[in-house]
């Protein structure tokens, strides 16, 4: 079992930046980045491989969000720049530990580990 804490969140301006930081209790793989807005389903963020050189992120935060992990802390980042009001959401980190293969993994389904969730609110 891997427990998942996520911090870093905030308020922050349009326009700010934010990094969100999730510490895993044990090693993992698959590691990805998902976010729920009031009344909206959870959606995929990010996702990085094991080794840290395979990434994918949704179109809506491409060229804005980073994800980075290291693994001798057994920690994953999200550094999020240029924000804007539509990113508030609470953000959660998730890990599955096996390697992933084929598609990259954005659904929620293949995660096996969740964390609690951290806000993030944008101010316009």
């Known amino acids: 079992q891997v427990q998942l804490v996520e911090s870093g969140g905030g308020l922050v301006q349009a326009g700010g930046s934010l990094r969100l930081s999730c510490a895993a209790s044990g090693r993992t793989f698959t590691m990805g980045w998902f976010r729920q807005a009031p009344g909206k389903e959870r959606e995929f963020v990010a996702f990085?491989?094991?080794?840290?050189?395979?990434?994918n992120y949704a179109d809506s935060v491409k060229g804005r969000f980073t994800i980075s992990r290291d693994n001798a802390k057994n920690t994953v980042y999200l550094q999020m720049n240029s924000l804007k009001p539509e990113d508030t959401a609470v953000y959660y980190c998730a890990a599955r530990n096996i390697p992933y293969s084929g598609s990259y993994p954005v659904g929620q389904d293949y995660y096996e580990y969740w964390g609690q969730g951290t806000q993030v609110t944008v101010s316009s």
């Open positions: 990085v491989s094991r080794g840290g050189v395979v990434t």
